[in-house]
Nanobody
Framework: HVQLVESGGGSVQAGGSLILSCTFSGATHSRRCMAWFRQVPGKGREAVAAADADRRTIYGDFVEGRFTIDRDNAKNTLYLQMSSLKPEDTAVYYC?????????????????????WGQGTQVTVS
């Protein structure tokens, strides 16, 4: 049974920073991509960032260098460091696991049907 638990969300002022964590347990494939997505009520899910097993990373266009994704397989944890937050970053952020083994484009990793999802953590920027 695979379980993903996000933490680190909260309320910050514009320009502030947050670090999200996603701890995963159970049998999951460490050689597969993991990713962060976000969703605003009434809108579709949006890809934020992804990292493959070698920590090669890719980001959504809106990130513009403000976020950093990293994974620590030894600690079974995925991170998303967010800075220069904007009100439009307000959303529920979800981590996803068991993605593709690699990617050649953002389509490969952002539109993949991830097998496991966390429950989400709210980020509010005012």
């Amino acid at each position: 049974h695979v379980q993903l638990v996000e933490s680190g969300g909260g309320s910050v002022q514009a320009g502030g920073s947050l670090i999200l964590s996603c701890t995963f347990s159970g049998a999951t494939h460490s050689r597969r991509c993991m990713a962060w997505f976000r969703q605003v009520p009434g809108k579709g899910r949006e890809a934020v960032a992804a990292a493959d097993a070698d920590r090669r990373t890719i980001y959504g266009d809106f990130v513009e260098g403000r976020f950093t994704i990293d994974r620590d397989n030894a600690k079974n944890t995925l991170y998303l460091q967010m800075s220069s937050l904007k009100p439009e970053d307000t959303a529920v952020y979800y981590c996803a696991a068991d993605g593709p083994r690699g990617y050649n484009s953002d389509y490969d990793v952002f539109y993949y049907e991830y097998n496991y999802w966390g429950q989400g953590t709210q980020v509010t920027v005012s």
